[in-house]
């Protein structure tokens, strides 16, 4: 696990210079406070597109739009069936239906069996995404109460991308964030305001680019 602060009692972190075209981020328990913290550190200027499964009540993610833009300076969206993905917008998962991402780089919608007892499922967006992303996807998990997301983000470990987990320790839930981490997978373990520092510096546009 490369440049954690996990086992540092007095971590000295070192943020990214790396620029993400995709963020897939997975939560659960208390996911929407974690969301709300690294959603504000999103830039003016955002080269990412932001890809949210959230296990919630099965009517509950209808209103997790609403609640997530009122934090959010940019558009955010229950993502449906074909539509394309963009960067400077944050999708969320349907609920009821698991999300992925398409060789095309647009969205599917599945009813597929529940992945770790849910749909959606933040396993099923992982790989999908890594394969849609490789090297241009960061995975981010972070408060939950299952190991959902953890095997996700060894498949985007493994397909080149940049994987994140909130420091369990200041986690609502630690049962995701360990899982993932017991995985091996992840480039940096953060708490939730350094992780969120470390989203806005992946979704900036490169200077050379402006």
């Not at 997530?68 to 239906?97: D, I, K, T």
Request: charged share 20%.
């Amino acid at each position: 696990m490369a440049l954690s602060t996990y086992n540092n009692d007095v971590p000295e972190i070192q943020y990214t210079h790396r620029t993400a075209e995709a963020i897939a981020i997975g939560c659960s328990a208390g996911g929407l406070d974690a969301l709300c913290v690294v959603l504000q550190a999103l830039p003016p200027e955002c080269a990412s597109a932001v890809i949210i499964v959230a296990h919630t009540a099965p009517d509950g993610n209808h209103l997790l739009p609403a609640l997530l833009a009122r934090r959010c300076r940019f558009p955010v969206s229950v993502a449906y069936e074909r539509e394309p993905v963009l960067s400077g917008h944050v999708y969320v998962a349907p609920p009821n239906y698991h999300l992925l991402i398409e060789a095309d780089r647009s969205f599917a919608l599945s009813v597929d069996e529940r992945v770790c007892f849910v749909r959606p499922s933040i396993d099923v967006l992982f790989y999908s995404a890594a394969d849609a992303y490789r090297e241009k996807l960061a995975g981010i998990v972070l408060t939950g109460a299952n190991s959902d997301g953890a095997l996700g983000l060894e498949a985007v470990k493994k397909a080149g991308g940049y994987t994140l987990v909130q420091d369990p320790r200041g986690a609502y839930a630690d049962t995701m964030p360990k899982a993932a981490i017991a995985t091996g997978a992840a480039d940096k373990v953060l708490p939730l305001d350094a992780l969120a520092t470390e989203l806005g510096l992946l979704c900036s546009v490169p200077p050379k680019t402006r």
